[in-house]
């Protein structure tokens, strides 16, 4: 059974940094391409970055880039969200969400849990 | 960037019901359409992929249909188990938006 378990949320101020974690399992991790999803509570839903399978293709919404950075250990089952000069805006619970593709065919047959952000000071 | 919009925003609907919610895109996405059900406190579950493709494990009383702009998801006699919020998902082209969702209620 896939299992996707997000970790590394919290309390931050603006500016600050924060690197999310998503723990994988149930599946071979380095035959798919893996992504971060967020989501406002109680709003809808905002791809953040995808990553392919090598890591060869990295790609980020126009909100995050040049801020985030996804990066992935296939050796240790991991995906990660390196968040720097985090903004209010930035606050919502996020998702490590699996692609059905090595390469990537942008959407998602597994989630994790999500892992709250919230950036205030 | 492509723009989804979906309708109605929040439906009310019984048991056995057959319940349709529409996304319309912003320019033309083929076929290149998914929707998630998503319930209270849960991660978004994949439906359908590729606008009518039923994803493993979904109960047959799903569908879905389109091309181009417009798609429709269908459920068909309404469960209780059914009663979620629905998002559409466009995957033609970077960024990869989705609808601001359909909330169906029990009426």
């Known amino acids: 059974e896939v299992q996707l378990v997000d970790s590394g949320g919290g309390l931050v101020r603006p500016g600050r940094s924060l690197r999310l974690s998503c723990a994988a399992s149930g599946f071979t991790f380095n035959d798919y391409a893996m992504h971060w999803v967020r989501q406002v509570p109680g709003k809808g839903l905002e791809w953040v970055s995808g990553?392919?399978?090598?890591?060869?293709?990295?790609a980020y919404a126009d909100s995050v880039k040049g801020r985030f950075t996804i990066s992935r250990d296939n050796a240790r089952n991991s995906l990660y969200l390196q968040m720097n000069s985090l903004r209010a805006e930035d606050t919502a619970l996020y998702y490590c969400?699996?692609?059905?593709?090595?390469?990537?065919?942008?959407?998602?047959?597994?989630w994790g849990q999500g892992t709250l952000v919230t950036v205030s000071s | 960037d492509i723009q989804m919009t979906q309708s109605p925003s929040t439906l009310s609907a019984s048991i056995r019901d057959r319940v349709t919610i529409t996304c319309r895109a912003s320019?033309?996405?083929?076929?290149?359409l998914a929707w998630y059900q998503q319930k209270p406190g849960k991660a978004p579950k994949l439906l359908i992929y590729k606008a009518t493709t039923l994803e493993r494990g979904v109960p047959s009383r799903f569908s879905g249909s389109g091309s181009g702009t417009e798609f429709t998801l269908t459920i068909n006699s309404l469960q209780p188990d059914d009663f979620a919020t629905y998002y559409c998902q466009q995957y033609k082209s970077s960024p990869w938006t989705f609808g601001l969702g359909t909330k169906v209620d029990i009426k």
């Open positions: 969400a699996k692609d059905i593709t090595l390469t990537g065919e942008y959407f998602f047959d597994s």
């Open positions: 320019q033309s996405i083929s076929r290149w």
């Open positions: 990553i392919s399978w090598n890591s060869g293709t990295i």
